[in-house]
Protein backbone atom coordinates (compact mmCIF):
# COMPACT_ATOMS: atom_id res chain seq x y z
CA UNK A 1 0.00 0.00 0.00
CA UNK A 2 1.52 3.37 -0.78
CA UNK A 3 0.79 6.65 0.95
CA UNK A 4 0.62 10.21 -0.01
CA UNK A 5 1.95 12.77 2.41
CA UNK A 6 0.87 16.19 1.33
CA UNK A 7 2.63 19.50 2.82
CA UNK A 8 0.45 21.65 5.26
CA UNK A 9 -0.34 25.03 3.63
CA UNK A 10 1.64 26.74 6.46
CA UNK A 11 5.01 24.91 6.09
CA UNK A 12 7.82 26.45 3.93
CA UNK A 13 7.97 24.37 1.15
CA UNK A 14 11.92 24.51 -0.43
CA UNK A 15 12.84 23.89 -3.99
CA UNK A 16 15.33 21.24 -5.33
CA UNK A 17 17.51 22.49 -8.24
CA UNK A 18 16.72 20.95 -11.32
CA UNK A 19 18.95 19.21 -13.63
CA UNK A 20 20.12 21.75 -15.78
CA UNK A 21 19.89 24.75 -13.16
CA UNK A 22 22.58 26.04 -10.79
CA UNK A 23 22.97 27.71 -7.43
CA UNK A 24 24.81 30.85 -6.88
CA UNK A 25 27.42 30.27 -4.89
CA UNK A 26 28.14 34.18 -3.44
CA UNK A 27 30.98 32.85 -1.49
CA UNK A 28 32.46 31.44 -4.08
CA UNK A 29 32.07 34.72 -6.32
CA UNK A 30 34.01 36.44 -3.28
CA UNK A 31 36.93 34.48 -3.40
CA UNK A 32 37.22 34.52 -6.93
CA UNK A 33 37.23 38.74 -6.77
CA UNK A 34 39.85 38.37 -4.23
CA UNK A 35 42.00 35.71 -5.81
CA UNK A 36 41.97 38.97 -8.54
CA UNK A 37 42.08 41.76 -6.53
CA UNK A 38 45.34 43.12 -7.84
CA UNK A 39 43.84 43.17 -11.66
CA UNK A 40 40.48 44.36 -10.70
CA UNK A 41 42.61 46.94 -8.99
CA UNK A 42 45.00 47.90 -11.94
CA UNK A 43 42.02 48.08 -14.35
CA UNK A 44 40.08 50.84 -11.36
CA UNK A 45 43.07 52.78 -11.32
CA UNK A 46 43.88 52.57 -15.29
CA UNK A 47 39.99 53.60 -16.03
CA UNK A 48 40.67 56.84 -13.56
CA UNK A 49 43.75 57.57 -15.20
CA UNK A 50 42.33 57.22 -18.42
CA UNK A 51 39.11 59.39 -17.63
CA UNK A 52 41.19 61.83 -16.47
CA UNK A 53 43.29 62.21 -19.50
CA UNK A 54 40.31 62.58 -21.60
CA UNK A 55 38.62 65.17 -19.97
CA UNK A 56 42.00 67.14 -19.87
CA UNK A 57 42.59 67.07 -23.42
CA UNK A 58 39.51 67.96 -24.37
CA UNK A 59 39.54 71.47 -25.37
CA UNK A 60 36.83 73.24 -22.54
CA UNK A 61 33.41 75.16 -24.27
CA UNK A 62 32.45 78.83 -22.66
CA UNK A 63 29.59 80.39 -23.23
CA UNK A 64 28.43 84.26 -23.23
CA UNK A 65 24.73 85.14 -22.96
CA UNK A 66 22.57 88.20 -23.28
CA UNK A 67 19.06 88.98 -23.48
CA UNK A 68 17.21 91.34 -26.14
CA UNK A 69 13.47 93.01 -25.07
CA UNK A 70 11.84 93.80 -28.07
CA UNK A 71 9.63 96.94 -27.74
CA UNK A 72 6.17 97.77 -30.10
CA UNK A 73 6.89 99.63 -32.28
CA UNK A 74 5.04 102.71 -32.47
CA UNK A 75 2.37 102.66 -35.35
CA UNK A 76 2.33 98.83 -36.15
CA UNK A 77 -0.53 96.81 -34.96
CA UNK A 78 0.15 93.55 -32.90
CA UNK A 79 -1.90 90.75 -33.45
CA UNK A 80 -4.88 89.34 -31.59
CA UNK A 81 -4.29 87.71 -28.78
CA UNK A 82 -5.90 84.40 -29.83
CA UNK A 83 -3.73 84.26 -32.83
CA UNK A 84 -0.65 84.60 -31.06
CA UNK A 85 -1.95 81.91 -28.97
CA UNK A 86 -2.18 79.45 -31.84
CA UNK A 87 1.35 80.58 -33.78
CA UNK A 88 2.99 79.59 -30.82
CA UNK A 89 5.79 82.32 -31.60
CA UNK A 90 5.78 85.88 -32.01
CA UNK A 91 6.06 86.91 -35.99
CA UNK A 92 8.33 90.00 -35.02
CA UNK A 93 10.40 87.37 -32.65
CA UNK A 94 11.11 85.52 -35.67
CA UNK A 95 11.65 88.64 -37.84
CA UNK A 96 14.52 89.88 -35.42
CA UNK A 97 15.86 86.62 -34.92
CA UNK A 98 16.68 86.31 -38.36
CA UNK A 99 18.36 89.54 -38.28
CA UNK A 100 20.45 88.86 -35.78
CA UNK A 101 21.56 86.09 -37.52
CA UNK A 102 22.05 87.46 -40.77
CA UNK A 103 25.12 88.12 -42.71
CA UNK A 104 25.05 91.69 -43.05
CA UNK A 105 25.13 92.24 -39.03
CA UNK A 106 27.40 88.93 -38.53
CA UNK A 107 29.71 90.79 -41.26
CA UNK A 108 30.08 93.90 -39.70
CA UNK A 109 30.85 91.52 -36.44
CA UNK A 110 33.57 89.84 -38.50
CA UNK A 111 34.89 93.22 -40.24
CA UNK A 112 35.35 94.80 -36.86
CA UNK A 113 37.27 92.08 -35.01
CA UNK A 114 39.09 90.58 -37.85
CA UNK A 115 37.55 87.06 -37.46
CA UNK A 116 39.01 86.45 -40.63
CA UNK A 117 41.93 86.07 -39.36
CA UNK A 118 43.32 82.95 -37.51
CA UNK A 119 46.21 82.58 -35.23
CA UNK A 120 46.61 78.74 -34.57
CA UNK A 121 49.49 77.92 -31.86
CA UNK A 122 51.45 74.44 -32.83
CA UNK A 123 50.09 71.78 -30.19
CA UNK A 124 52.03 68.06 -29.43
CA UNK A 125 50.46 65.23 -30.31
CA UNK A 126 48.13 63.55 -27.43
CA UNK A 127 49.01 65.91 -24.88
CA UNK A 128 48.90 68.65 -27.02
CA UNK A 129 45.92 70.46 -24.86
CA UNK A 130 47.24 69.43 -21.64
CA UNK A 131 50.83 71.55 -21.99
CA UNK A 132 48.78 74.54 -23.19
CA UNK A 133 46.19 74.48 -20.44
CA UNK A 134 48.48 73.19 -17.21
CA UNK A 135 51.75 73.95 -16.04
CA UNK A 136 53.32 70.46 -15.94
CA UNK A 137 57.02 69.67 -14.82
CA UNK A 138 58.00 68.59 -18.49
CA UNK A 139 61.29 69.48 -19.73
CA UNK A 140 61.69 71.83 -22.73
CA UNK A 141 63.77 69.44 -24.72
CA UNK A 142 64.29 69.48 -28.91
CA UNK A 143 61.15 67.33 -29.24
CA UNK A 144 58.91 69.45 -27.12
CA UNK A 145 60.52 73.27 -28.00
CA UNK A 146 57.96 73.95 -30.68
CA UNK A 147 54.26 73.26 -29.05
CA UNK A 148 52.41 75.73 -26.79
CA UNK A 149 52.86 75.85 -23.09
CA UNK A 150 50.57 77.85 -20.58
CA UNK A 151 51.15 81.11 -20.98
CA UNK A 152 52.30 81.52 -24.42
CA UNK A 153 50.62 84.43 -26.09
CA UNK A 154 51.21 86.08 -30.04
CA UNK A 155 49.10 88.91 -30.25
CA UNK A 156 48.30 89.46 -34.02
CA UNK A 157 47.87 93.49 -34.91
CA UNK A 158 47.47 92.96 -38.63
CA UNK A 159 47.47 90.56 -41.51
CA UNK A 160 46.85 91.35 -45.25
CA UNK A 161 47.30 88.53 -47.90
CA UNK A 162 47.18 88.71 -51.53
CA UNK A 163 43.71 86.76 -52.80
CA UNK A 164 45.57 83.88 -54.11
CA UNK A 165 46.73 83.32 -50.15
CA UNK A 166 43.72 83.71 -48.61
CA UNK A 167 43.38 80.53 -46.74
CA UNK A 168 46.81 79.37 -47.25
CA UNK A 169 48.93 78.67 -44.02
CA UNK A 170 51.33 81.32 -43.03
CA UNK A 171 54.45 79.08 -40.42
CA UNK A 172 55.31 81.76 -38.12
CA UNK A 173 58.25 80.85 -35.71
CA UNK A 174 59.72 82.47 -32.99
CA UNK A 175 63.31 83.55 -32.38
CA UNK A 176 65.40 85.67 -30.52
CA UNK A 177 64.75 88.97 -31.77
CA UNK A 178 61.76 88.58 -32.89
CA UNK A 179 60.43 85.96 -35.44
CA UNK A 180 60.62 84.18 -38.67
CA UNK A 181 57.41 83.75 -41.37
CA UNK A 182 57.64 81.37 -44.53
CA UNK A 183 55.14 82.08 -46.96
CA UNK A 184 52.81 80.27 -49.03
CA UNK A 185 55.17 81.14 -52.16
CA UNK A 186 58.10 79.41 -49.79
CA UNK A 187 59.76 83.08 -49.21
CA UNK A 188 60.81 83.65 -46.02
CA UNK A 189 60.81 87.31 -43.75
CA UNK A 190 62.43 87.86 -40.37
CA UNK A 191 60.25 90.23 -38.57
CA UNK A 192 60.34 92.21 -35.02
CA UNK A 193 57.38 92.76 -32.69
CA UNK A 194 55.72 95.91 -33.58
CA UNK A 195 57.37 96.56 -36.49
CA UNK A 196 55.41 96.04 -40.04
CA UNK A 197 56.41 93.48 -43.08
CA UNK A 198 55.51 94.93 -46.03
CA UNK A 199 55.97 93.18 -49.36
CA UNK A 200 54.93 95.27 -51.92
CA UNK A 201 55.31 92.52 -54.93
CA UNK A 202 52.86 90.53 -53.23
CA UNK A 203 50.24 92.61 -51.12
CA UNK A 204 51.48 90.96 -47.69
CA UNK A 205 51.53 92.47 -45.06
CA UNK A 206 51.81 91.60 -41.74
CA UNK A 207 52.38 93.07 -37.86
CA UNK A 208 52.96 90.85 -34.92
CA UNK A 209 51.64 93.33 -31.25
CA UNK A 210 53.00 91.34 -28.68
CA UNK A 211 54.93 87.83 -28.53
CA UNK A 212 54.60 86.11 -24.83
CA UNK A 213 56.50 82.86 -25.83
CA UNK A 214 59.80 80.78 -25.79
CA UNK A 215 62.23 80.79 -28.85
CA UNK A 216 61.40 78.01 -30.93
CA UNK A 217 57.92 78.17 -30.67
CA UNK A 218 55.51 77.45 -33.50
CA UNK A 219 52.12 79.36 -34.85
CA UNK A 220 49.78 79.33 -38.40
CA UNK A 221 48.90 82.09 -39.02
CA UNK A 222 45.64 82.13 -41.82
CA UNK A 223 43.32 84.14 -43.26
CA UNK A 224 40.13 82.66 -44.52
CA UNK A 225 37.32 83.42 -46.77
CA UNK A 226 34.97 86.08 -45.19
CA UNK A 227 31.72 83.51 -45.99
CA UNK A 228 33.84 81.59 -44.12
CA UNK A 229 34.32 83.61 -40.53
CA UNK A 230 30.83 84.14 -40.93
CA UNK A 231 29.44 80.68 -41.40
CA UNK A 232 31.74 80.14 -38.30
CA UNK A 233 30.20 83.10 -35.99
CA UNK A 234 26.51 80.97 -37.03
CA UNK A 235 27.59 78.23 -36.07
CA UNK A 236 28.84 79.25 -32.55
CA UNK A 237 25.56 81.53 -31.93
CA UNK A 238 22.44 80.51 -30.98
CA UNK A 239 19.25 82.34 -30.29
CA UNK A 240 15.43 81.60 -29.00
CA UNK A 241 13.06 83.08 -27.14
CA UNK A 242 12.17 82.70 -23.33
CA UNK A 243 8.89 81.84 -22.93
CA UNK A 244 5.89 81.60 -25.05
CA UNK A 245 5.45 85.39 -26.66
CA UNK A 246 7.71 87.02 -24.20
CA UNK A 247 9.35 89.33 -26.64
CA UNK A 248 12.37 88.45 -24.48
CA UNK A 249 15.51 86.90 -26.85
CA UNK A 250 18.08 84.78 -25.59
CA UNK A 251 21.55 85.47 -27.31
CA UNK A 252 24.58 82.94 -26.96
CA UNK A 253 27.87 82.53 -27.85
CA UNK A 254 29.78 79.50 -27.37
CA UNK A 255 33.40 78.76 -28.09
CA UNK A 256 36.78 77.70 -26.51
CA UNK A 257 38.09 81.44 -25.49
CA UNK A 258 35.61 82.71 -23.21
CA UNK A 259 37.23 86.62 -24.13
CA UNK A 260 36.10 85.94 -27.47
CA UNK A 261 33.01 84.78 -26.79
CA UNK A 262 32.22 88.46 -24.97
CA UNK A 263 33.51 90.53 -27.63
CA UNK A 264 31.23 88.71 -30.20
CA UNK A 265 28.53 89.33 -28.67
CA UNK A 266 29.28 92.67 -27.30
CA UNK A 267 29.88 93.81 -30.92
CA UNK A 268 26.60 91.66 -32.23
CA UNK A 269 23.99 93.77 -30.30
CA UNK A 270 26.18 96.59 -31.00
CA UNK A 271 25.85 95.98 -34.73
CA UNK A 272 22.00 94.93 -34.43
CA UNK A 273 21.07 97.78 -31.70
CA UNK A 274 22.36 100.42 -34.90
CA UNK A 275 21.01 98.82 -38.03
CA UNK A 276 17.68 99.34 -35.41
CA UNK A 277 18.66 102.96 -34.87
CA UNK A 278 19.18 103.52 -38.59
CA UNK A 279 16.68 102.06 -39.79
CA UNK A 280 14.14 104.45 -37.45
CA UNK A 281 16.58 107.24 -38.20
CA UNK A 282 15.77 106.21 -41.93
CA UNK A 283 11.67 106.11 -41.46
CA UNK A 284 11.89 109.49 -39.21
CA UNK A 285 13.55 111.16 -42.16
CA UNK A 286 11.17 109.95 -44.38
CA UNK A 287 8.45 111.22 -42.41
CA UNK A 288 9.72 114.90 -41.88
CA UNK A 289 10.55 115.29 -45.45
CA UNK A 290 6.87 114.02 -46.24
CA UNK A 291 5.29 116.96 -43.98
CA UNK A 292 8.05 119.47 -45.21
CA UNK A 293 6.46 118.58 -48.87
CA UNK A 294 3.00 119.35 -47.17
CA UNK A 295 3.58 122.59 -45.68
CA UNK A 296 3.62 125.05 -48.95
CA UNK A 297 0.30 122.94 -50.28
CA UNK A 298 -1.63 123.66 -47.18
CA UNK A 299 -0.44 127.69 -47.11
CA UNK A 300 -1.94 128.12 -50.13
CA UNK A 301 -5.17 126.19 -49.34
CA UNK A 302 -5.17 128.13 -46.03
CA UNK A 303 -5.16 131.33 -48.27
CA UNK A 304 -7.64 130.28 -50.96
CA UNK A 305 -10.26 129.24 -48.06
CA UNK A 306 -10.25 132.36 -46.22
CA UNK A 307 -10.23 134.64 -49.54
CA UNK A 308 -13.37 132.25 -51.17
CA UNK A 309 -15.07 132.97 -47.02
CA UNK A 310 -14.38 136.85 -47.18
CA UNK A 311 -15.38 137.66 -50.73
CA UNK A 312 -18.88 135.44 -50.13
CA UNK A 313 -19.40 137.35 -47.03
CA UNK A 314 -19.12 140.70 -48.71
CA UNK A 315 -21.45 139.42 -51.46
CA UNK A 316 -23.76 138.32 -48.79
CA UNK A 317 -23.98 140.85 -46.60
CA UNK A 318 -23.23 138.11 -44.14
CA UNK A 319 -21.20 137.73 -41.46
CA UNK A 320 -22.48 135.73 -38.14
CA UNK A 321 -23.04 132.33 -37.79
CA UNK A 322 -26.12 130.91 -35.58
CA UNK A 323 -25.81 128.60 -32.60
CA UNK A 324 -26.63 125.84 -33.89
CA UNK A 325 -24.63 126.32 -37.24
CA UNK A 326 -21.45 126.73 -35.14
CA UNK A 327 -22.03 123.89 -33.48
CA UNK A 328 -22.56 121.42 -36.54
CA UNK A 329 -19.41 123.75 -37.99
CA UNK A 330 -16.90 122.25 -35.10
CA UNK A 331 -18.21 118.68 -35.08
CA UNK A 332 -17.72 118.64 -38.92
CA UNK A 333 -14.49 120.42 -38.39
CA UNK A 334 -12.92 118.07 -36.27
CA UNK A 335 -14.10 114.98 -38.21
CA UNK A 336 -12.59 116.18 -41.19
CA UNK A 337 -9.17 117.11 -39.48
CA UNK A 338 -9.20 113.63 -38.33
CA UNK A 339 -9.66 112.23 -41.59
CA UNK A 340 -7.16 114.78 -42.79
CA UNK A 341 -5.02 113.09 -40.38
CA UNK A 342 -5.69 109.26 -41.54
CA UNK A 343 -5.28 110.20 -45.47
CA UNK A 344 -2.06 111.41 -44.70
CA UNK A 345 -0.96 108.60 -42.72
CA UNK A 346 -2.50 106.41 -44.87
CA UNK A 347 -0.33 107.70 -48.01
CA UNK A 348 2.82 106.72 -45.48
CA UNK A 349 1.34 103.00 -44.74
CA UNK A 350 0.46 102.77 -48.84
CA UNK A 351 4.21 102.44 -49.17
CA UNK A 352 5.40 100.20 -45.92
CA UNK A 353 2.32 98.15 -46.14
CA UNK A 354 0.00 95.94 -48.48
CA UNK A 355 -3.91 96.51 -48.09
CA UNK A 356 -4.46 93.32 -46.50
CA UNK A 357 -2.06 94.09 -43.75
CA UNK A 358 -3.51 94.50 -39.88
CA UNK A 359 -2.61 97.83 -39.53
CA UNK A 360 -3.74 99.06 -42.76
CA UNK A 361 -6.81 97.42 -42.50
CA UNK A 362 -7.52 99.22 -38.78
CA UNK A 363 -6.78 102.71 -40.35
CA UNK A 364 -9.46 101.45 -43.06
CA UNK A 365 -11.63 100.96 -40.96
CA UNK A 366 -11.16 103.84 -38.70
CA UNK A 367 -11.48 105.78 -41.61
CA UNK A 368 -14.97 104.61 -42.82
CA UNK A 369 -16.64 105.16 -39.65
CA UNK A 370 -15.65 108.84 -39.46
CA UNK A 371 -16.68 109.01 -42.82
CA UNK A 372 -19.93 107.86 -41.90
CA UNK A 373 -20.19 110.15 -39.02
CA UNK A 374 -19.28 113.32 -41.48
CA UNK A 375 -21.88 112.44 -43.59
CA UNK A 376 -24.70 112.30 -40.95
CA UNK A 377 -23.12 115.80 -40.00
CA UNK A 378 -23.94 117.11 -43.43
CA UNK A 379 -26.98 115.51 -43.41
CA UNK A 380 -27.63 117.86 -40.46
CA UNK A 381 -26.29 120.93 -41.84
CA UNK A 382 -28.80 120.42 -45.27
CA UNK A 383 -31.79 121.26 -43.35
CA UNK A 384 -30.05 124.99 -42.81
CA UNK A 385 -31.00 128.12 -44.91
CA UNK A 386 -29.04 127.96 -47.68
CA UNK A 387 -26.94 131.22 -47.20
CA UNK A 388 -26.15 129.82 -43.72
CA UNK A 389 -24.95 126.26 -45.73
CA UNK A 390 -23.06 128.40 -48.17
CA UNK A 391 -21.28 130.12 -44.90
CA UNK A 392 -20.56 126.72 -42.90
CA UNK A 393 -19.15 125.00 -45.82
CA UNK A 394 -16.63 127.90 -46.61
CA UNK A 395 -16.09 128.23 -42.43
CA UNK A 396 -15.50 124.28 -42.60
CA UNK A 397 -13.26 124.51 -45.37
CA UNK A 398 -11.26 127.87 -43.26
CA UNK A 399 -10.84 126.04 -40.00
CA UNK A 400 -9.59 122.56 -41.38
CA UNK A 401 -7.82 124.33 -43.50
CA UNK A 402 -6.04 126.24 -40.70
CA UNK A 403 -5.86 123.33 -38.33
CA UNK A 404 -4.02 121.55 -40.76
CA UNK A 405 -1.27 124.33 -41.22
CA UNK A 406 -1.24 124.91 -37.41
CA UNK A 407 0.06 121.31 -37.12
CA UNK A 408 2.58 121.01 -39.71
CA UNK A 409 3.87 124.62 -39.32
CA UNK A 410 8.08 124.20 -37.53
CA UNK A 411 7.59 125.00 -33.84
CA UNK A 412 4.16 124.60 -33.40
CA UNK A 413 3.21 122.61 -30.44
CA UNK A 414 0.47 120.43 -31.94
CA UNK A 415 2.53 119.76 -35.03
CA UNK A 416 2.89 116.06 -35.50
CA UNK A 417 5.29 114.04 -33.71
CA UNK A 418 7.98 112.78 -35.96
CA UNK A 419 10.65 111.00 -33.78
CA UNK A 420 13.99 113.44 -35.30
CA UNK A 421 16.31 110.46 -34.24
CA UNK A 422 18.52 111.05 -36.68
CA UNK A 423 19.93 114.21 -34.49
CA UNK A 424 20.64 112.02 -32.02
CA UNK A 425 24.16 111.51 -30.49
CA UNK A 426 23.64 107.30 -30.58
CA UNK A 427 22.96 107.60 -33.98
CA UNK A 428 26.22 108.92 -34.99
CA UNK A 429 28.16 106.96 -32.98
CA UNK A 430 26.06 103.56 -34.88
CA UNK A 431 26.42 105.26 -37.68
CA UNK A 432 30.38 105.63 -37.80
CA UNK A 433 30.55 102.12 -36.85
CA UNK A 434 28.68 101.10 -39.73
CA UNK A 435 30.61 103.29 -41.61
CA UNK A 436 33.72 101.74 -40.34
CA UNK A 437 32.41 98.24 -40.71
CA UNK A 438 31.86 98.55 -44.02
CA UNK A 439 34.98 99.77 -45.40
CA UNK A 440 36.73 96.89 -43.65
CA UNK A 441 34.01 94.69 -45.58
CA UNK A 442 35.09 96.48 -48.62
CA UNK A 443 38.86 95.57 -48.01
CA UNK A 444 37.58 92.25 -47.29
CA UNK A 445 35.97 92.06 -50.79
CA UNK A 446 39.31 94.07 -52.48
CA UNK A 447 41.24 91.44 -51.50
CA UNK A 448 38.94 88.62 -53.14
CA UNK A 449 37.33 87.37 -50.47
CA UNK A 450 34.11 86.03 -50.86
Known sequence: MTESVQPRPDQPQTKTPGPGEKEIDLLRLLLVVWRSRY??????????????????????IYQADALIQLEQRSG??????????LMGSNPRTATEIELLRSRAVIGRVVAELDLDVRVDPAKAP????????????IPETVLLQEYTRLGDRLVLDSLQVPPDWIGQPIALTVTETGFTVVLPDGSTRDGRVRQAILD???GFALTIGEITAAPGRRYTLRQIPQSAAISSVQKALSIFERGQI????????????PSANVRILDALLAAYVGQNINRSAAEAESSLAFIRSQIPQAQADLRAAEEALNSYRQSQASVDLGLETETLLSQITA????????????DEFRERFTPTHPTYRRLLDERALLEERLADLRNSAGSL????QVILNLSRDVAVREQ????????????????????????AKAREAESIAERKLAELKDRGGP
Not at 41 to 55: C, H, W
Not at 76 to 85: G, I, K, L, T, V
Not at 126 to 137: D, N
Not at 418 to 426: D, E, S
Open 39 to 60: IVAAMTVLGIFVGTFLAASRTP
Open 126 to 137: VIGEILSRYALP
Open 385 to 388: PETQ
Open 246 to 257: SSILDVRVVGPD
Open 335 to 346: VETELDRLRREE
Open 200 to 202: EAT
Open 76 to 85: MMAMPESMQD
Open 404 to 427: IYTQLRPGSPNRYQVPIVFNNPAV
